[in-house]
């Protein structure tokens, strides 16, 4: 792809853009978001045109003007939220609007289900081609969406954040299917924030900043610290950034808790300005426990004392009363109302606070959701814009102002980086330093292990609904947590 | 807020209003008599009615419900107001009366929404049944009628020479724009049509709003009847069939997404309005009543494709 541009209305997407795919090699595309990362593979894909330049496929000019286009090229895309109909079965997902027919056009169902078994053989899954897919996992999904693409005869395949959603094991599998997909002559073009993953599944690697291109590089030839530095222009010295506050009283504790049908004898302890981490497998409980916290979950047994109080936590309201936020795991379906403006979500939670005999100070709305847009930087067009045309990072600190204009003092954060660029991460957890010293108590979920250990002051990790262990952050390391995680005693 | 910002801020609306302009200078071209002050009063009285159904729909849709049942909460309430009238209740009391049989059946809606768990199209469908069933069974089926002149004053009465109807209509209008940009219950009604767990989470009572928006909607109806029965002088169990189509047609011509979480209450009143002109223009240039439902279905679907259209550009 030679000197790519692309334009929306009063916005340059991409600007003179150069990418070059060879055969059967795992091409990094790197970037923040609003990069140009997505929009470069779309162009390619042929969701989008582009605007100016061209596009050289084996040596000749062409003009992708439909997916479908681009399919018969075999160039396919998997994104980040898949296209399957998950009241069909794993082959009627692969043949869809191509299925084998018989006599009188009635699908051969055998053929579908021999050739789909034949595929998912050649990847080495194990999955039935009779299966629903809304009965698999999401790795097993990802399978689905990657031999539908091999189905298509794909030379180049797309894949955008394909790991977002897996777990370290599956993340392997994944790769292991990429290793074997190059051997296949099978190109990729790899979209991933996670550094750590591309060293070990990336040949080449082209950044991009703000819609430009910076430079391509060989993996071997290059470090994380290049990387960042290439993205996002500015030296990172730290990743994370964490600042050791002497923590004050307790704030919160939890005594024996059972609730819902996972959590078992929870014990757990939280102070004034203490960053407590927990790690996990997913299905481990821990999101369990922060919806418990909430009011979301039905607790069986044991106590919650918030501030030396017992307290019995019915409903998110009450939780907010008590002054408990919760940024949740999932940004656009349960942080933001994303049809609503930056000022509305941001004051969603306080509107009883900020309201009298039912009626809204609209001043003090401003007011508020003002101080949060300045205090975080977050970067739109005004408080009016829709927080669906904001950018992942700032949607994230969109969701963030929503808690702080809560004035809660326990802060529940269920992964509060998942997808998001690293400038914006340095940005939230510099904000998480700064609640800290104001004496906030955070409880970090997190998957991603760095981040675990980089930001927090003290460690549990779950498993099986249970706290298997505890670390103080010097004595924790990659290793102790990732066995305490898979229940290793 | 004001010029350009203002403009930019209502674009949806002032389309819709430059439509109804069109449809007005068209109409006054073809026909004389259209743009006659006589003429525009009688459009807005008989606007009134969907108008004010309109309204609760409006709430309705914007917490991504629907309400089949109007139509025929109206009519029930209609005929028990109109029997306690005759019963020789004072009239005020007669109304908060019809009033309050619209909002009991509005939660009945709600309730069984958010705590029976049921979609909004089932439950409102079978009310729409089972009132306009209760409506049938109070009357025999027969309508009520013999208001005093007192009563009658609802429908053809002015104040300050504006009619009645169209003074309730307006009235309305602003109570409910209020509610719905400065008040908690307004708030709530988007974040709950834009995303509801989402409300959830930030610690709305999402099921007690859910019961209050379709609790108002019934409300809007009772209105419609106290206005409605006035004018015809007599309560009928089978009034306002179709009306829940004419509400849901004025809410989408207005700009109201059928997926929630977006609308203004503005949009709707200009939606009645093209609704109100169009039916009196083609009665005026007297198109047949055949040819007027069908003109007035196609309005409502190239107004909403122009819509759907516009927000795509947009992005």
Redesign the interface.
Known sequence: MKNIRKT??GVVALDNVNFTLLKGEVHILLGENGAGKSTLVKILSGAYQKTAGMILFEGKEVDIRTPRQAQQMGISIIYQEFNLIPYLTVAENIFLGREPVGFAGVIDREKMYKDTQIILDDLGVKIDPGSMIKNLGVAEQQMVEVAKALSLNTCILIMDEPTSALTEREIKELFSTIKSLKKKDVSIIYISHRLEELFEVGDRVTVLRDGKYIATEQISNTTAEDLIRMMVDRELKEHYPRNVVKPGGEVLRIEDLTAGNVLKDINLSIRKGEIVGIAGLLGSGRTELARAL?G?NKIVSGRIIIHGKSEKIS???K???LKIG?L?EDRK????????SLK?NI???S??RL?RF???N?KQELITANKFVRNLQIKATGL?QKTM?LSGGNQQKVVMS?WLATEADILIFDEPTRGIDVGSKVEIYKLMNDLKEQGVAILMISSDMLEILGMSDRIIVMHDGKITAEYASHEATQEKILHSALGAA | MMGKEFILHNARQFGTLIGLFILCIILWILTPHFLTVSNLLNITQQTAINAIIAVGMTFVIITAGIDLSVGSIMAFSGVVMASVLNAGLPIPLAILIGIGVGILCGLVNGLLITYGNLPPFISTLGMMSVARGAALLYTNGRPISGFTGDFRFLAVGEVLSIPVPVLVMIIVYVIAHLLLTRTKLGRYTYAIGGNEEAAMLSGINVRFYKTAVYGLCGMMSGLAAIILTARLNSAQPIAGIMYELDAIAATVIGGTSLMGGEGRISGTLIGALIMGVLRNGLNLLGVSSFIQQTVIGAVIIIAVLVDMALKKQRG
């Not at chain 1, 379906?333 to 609503?340: K, Y």
């Open positions: 929306f209305p909430f979301l409903s998110p309201r939780a907010i009363d919760f949740t379906q349960q942080g933001l109302v994303l049809g609503l509305d004051c969603l939670p509107v009883d309201s039912g009626i809204v609209r009016d045309y929503k």
